[in-house]
């Protein structure tokens, strides 16, 4: 069922989670999907975040400074060159076996500024580590773990909030929060 919203247009009630999901879509600078399709869109989207988490956590566990360049490059890498990511190319693999599998979009700007800056975020801890600035590196990288949690398990992109926010689309940004109402 629908529902007026302030201006008599009707609006569309979605179950909480395709709303949240809708807002993540968004937020990665893709166009609105239609009701009912989040899901599958979601699953290619989050492919290259749980690969991400997997080598963050191999990083985290080692202490490994140069465990955490290489990440840097790859998440730099996939940001600059955005047809010839690693990410895209393993997930184009996966999607290959399995023809159910949505196909992953092109990368837009807000998604390459949040791999950009995941990949900063990397060469920070690697910096950190290799200088043996034990806080710094400690501190960053529970934030990037955190990140990363709030990726997977809340679909909140923060570094594609703040490339909104960094463009002066701070409402907008906000709209596309898990818990906020949409655009």
């Given amino acids: 069922m629908g529902r007026a919203d302030i201006q008599g247009k009707v609006a569309v009630r979605m179950p909480h989670d395709e709303r949240v999901e809708r807002n993540f879509i968004i937020q990665q600078g893709l166009p609105e999907p239609p009701p009912g399709s989040c899901h599958v869109l979601i699953a290619a989207l989050l492919f290259q975040p749980r690969?991400?988490?997997l080598l963050l956590l191999g990083a985290v566990f080692t202490q490994s400074s140069r465990g955490f360049l290489a990440l840097a490059c790859l998440l730099w890498w996939s940001a600059v060159f955005p047809s010839l990511s690693p990410f895209d190319a393993l997930y184009r693999l996966y999607a290959r076996r399995k023809p159910a599998v949505a196909s992953l979009p092109k990368a837009e700007p807000p998604?390459?500024?949040?791999q950009a800056l995941a990949g900063t975020f990397a060469a920070v801890i690697s910096l950190a580590l290799s200088q043996e600035?034990?806080?710094?590196?400690?501190?960053a990288q529970l934030f990037f773990l955190l990140a990363v949690a709030a990726l997977a398990y809340g679909r909140l992109c923060v570094g594609s909030f703040v490339y909104f926010v960094l463009r002066g689309q701070l409402r907008f940004a906000m709209r596309t929060l898990p818990w906020g109402g949409g655009v």
């Fill in 133 to 139: 600035w034990r806080g710094l590196a400690y501190g």
């Fill in 51 to 53: 690969v991400v988490a």
């Fill in 111 to 114: 998604r390459r500024f949040a």
